[in-house]
DNA sequence: GATCTCATGTAATCAGTTACATGATTTC
DNA sequence: GAAATCATGTAACTGATTACATGAGATC
């Protein structure tokens, strides 16, 4: 199942943080461009995505500024490998970086506004939509519900170097479940007559 | 009180939706760049947020595709106004874009980030950045709520034309409650001991 | 024969931010 | 006298997206 995570809130705000989140993936464990490229399709990038073209550029930028360091590794048959590793410098950063507040973030939605655009627009349509949302945020949650179970059967004897996954795992789930409710309120406001699934 | 919405979810990915902000806003009332980014700063900006100089900017392209129109308004002592109208090509766009889905947006959280960075950073910092959050979310649900008790004190008995933005100020009342809820989650697993607030 | 995986990038474009610019009127 | 409100923008920059490029090996 390849299901990339999402959320009915996007916002934004707090630019620059890809060159972190690579450097608590490297910390996690050494990795190529390509590695992480993947790593952000699943895992970390079910709450921070990005493109293997954006990940390169940033690299090459951490290396430039000292917190990574890369070894070439030859392959046959396939082009070289750069391995790439966390210096102490890149670890001061990521340090430094937690020990800073991470400003909350806008909120900003897409669908938000749709919904304003009721008096204005589709209203038969935009109520399709919704349950189409709603569908999305079910599988979502399944999934995640899913991988909770599968990684973290016992939450309450966590590993400690485990806490922070399962927290940020826990997050997607609360979101999903508050997207779900919120698609629920909307369509018994639209809909009210088909009180149906 | 000038209070901006947030969340702990950051998400983007649907872009180009401000022209789309726009013109909801402007179908519901008419108005120059300089209104347009003040009713950013509120309402519609908890969930949208522009600067005048992005809003300028848009309007002219907006201008040049034929959604809108604008009538100058000279003033005394002031520069003239630029009042801006919705056209008919404006009122089709905004009906053609209710009518397509709305993708479901990438989740994206910096603090998610920082979560899974609990191992390699500093753990007392993030916590207080969790107590922090957590005062900001409680402001915001208050806020929220003060908006919904005083416009709309029945929200069973809604015109038609308010259920939008009624809809839309609950689901950001959801999020801010989901955000807040995840804090003591997290403040549970962290900081057991203090079971305070 | 087509597509997927591995592995690296460059180039063009775009939405949005930050900084800068102007100038009268009103409020503290 | 300083700051806020009204009202419009331009310029420089940046994070990120989309499109393009290459090339071998493995799977369908």
Redesign the pocket.
């Known amino acids: 199942m390849h299901l990339v995570a999402q959320h009915p809130f996007a916002y934004y705000?707090a630019?620059?943080?890809?060159e972190h989140a690579i450097l608590v993936s490297l910390a996690e464990k050494s990795a190529?461009?390509?590695d992480l490229a993947?790593r952000f399709d699943a895992s970390i990038g079910y709450f921070w995505?990005?493109?293997?073209?954006?990940i390169?550029?940033?690299?090459g930028r951490m290396e430039r500024a000292g917190w990574v360091e890369f070894e070439t590794v030859p392959?046959d048959?396939?082009?070289?490998?750069?391995v790439y590793v966390l210096t102490s410098a890149g670890r001061d950063e990521l340090g430094a970086w937690t020990s800073k507040a991470t400003p909350v973030e806008y909120l900003r939605s897409e669908f938000a506004v749709k919904l304003r655009a009721l008096p204005f627009g589709n209203a038969t349509a935009i109520v399709e939509d919704v349950r189409t949302r709603r569908r999305v945020h079910e599988e979502r949650l399944a999934y995640y519900a899913e991988s909770a179970a599968r990684f973290y059967p016992d939450p309450d004897a966590l590993r400690p170097d485990q806490m922070g996954a399962w927290l940020v795992l826990r997050g997607g789930m609360l979101a999903e479940e508050t997207a779900l409710a919120w698609c629920d309120e909307i369509l018994q406001r639209l809909a009210p007559e088909e009180t149906d699934r």
């Open positions: 705000g630019l620059m943080a890809l190529t461009g390509y993947r995505q990005a493109s293997h073209q954006q390169y550029k940033v690299l392959q048959g396939r082009p070289d490998k750069k």
